[in-house]
T-cell receptor, first 117, second 113 residues
Framework: GAVVSQHPSRVICKSGTSVKIECRSLDFQATTMFWYRQFPKKSLMLMATSNEGSKATYEQGVEKDKFLINHASLTLSTLTVTSAHPEDSSFYIC?????????????FGPGTRLTVL | GENVEQHPSTLSVQEGDSAVIKCTYS??????FPWYKQELGKGPQLIIDIRSNVGEKKDQRIAVTLNKTAKHFSLHITETQPEDSAVYFCAASNGAAGNKLTFGGGTRVLVKP
């Protein structure tokens, strides 16, 4: 149980285009999903917290107009990198927190590697 | 906000030996401490976690200890195997603060056969 998927796993795009990444909880409902960014050999940096049916909460320094987040259902959140530039190239990872119970566990997706040319 | 420090940054052990990774945290309100294993090109995988009302937890070859007074927690891997080679991250979160995880810097573990 507790499987989180991401799509696509890898994407290469031209500078100036927009890229959408999907995060799905496959076997549980998630009221909250988190989006992280990870640079090579670095730790995970939280970008935003996505709550189903409400606006995402962004961490300091993360441009909300640059990284659009939509959490339309209890099993799906999307991250759109708008007008991508080479500096946006990174490994993007989502996680989902289960609706039921009082536990805090977050289950992570496999990540999406974005390369902007 | 929370700050999590993790040591060492790299750890090389001989197969069969034990590996210990230590983390400290700053926010005394943190109450949940998970450990993740990340293999190259993949997302982090939860391997064990501990809550603030428990001092120790064990799952086969993996154990975690928590010292709330000192605000530090440790991961212990016994009888290491080559497949244990990966990057390990500790994290801390406060349920009252939206369950956001603050990660340590990671430890790259290499188990030599």
């Amino acid at each position: 149980g507790a499987v989180v998927s991401q799509h696509p796993s890898r994407v290469i795009c031209k500078s100036g285009t927009s890229v959408k990444i999907e995060c799905r909880s496959l076997d549980f409902q998630a009221t909250t999903m988190f989006w992280y960014r990870q640079f090579p050999k670095k730790s995970l940096m939280l970008m935003a917290t996505s709550n189903e049916g409400s606006k995402a909460t962004y961490e300091q320094g993360v441009e909300k107009d640059k990284f659009l987040i939509n959490h339309a259902s209890l099993t799906l959140s999307t991250l759109t990198v708008t007008s991508a530039h080479p500096e946006d190239s990174s490994f993007y990872i989502c996680s989902a927190r289960a609706l039921a119970g009082t536990y805090n566990e977050q289950f992570f997706g496999p990540g999406t590697r974005l390369t902007v040319l | 906000g929370e700050n999590v420090e993790q040591h060492p940054s790299t750890l090389s052990v001989q197969e069969g030996d034990s590996a210990v990774i230590k983390c400290t945290y700053s926010d005394s309100a943190s109450n949940y401490f998970p450990w993740y294993k990340q293999e190259l090109g993949k997302g982090p995988q939860l391997i064990i976690d501990i809550r603030s009302n428990v001092g120790e937890k064990k799952d086969q070859r993996i154990a975690v200890t928590l010292n709330k007074t000192a605000k530090h927690f440790s991961l212990h891997i016994t009888e290491t195997q080559p497949e244990d080679s990966a990057v390990y991250f500790c994290a801390a979160s406060n349920g009252a603060a939206g369950n956001k995880l603050t990660f340590g810097g990671g430890t790259r573990v290499l188990v030599k056969p």
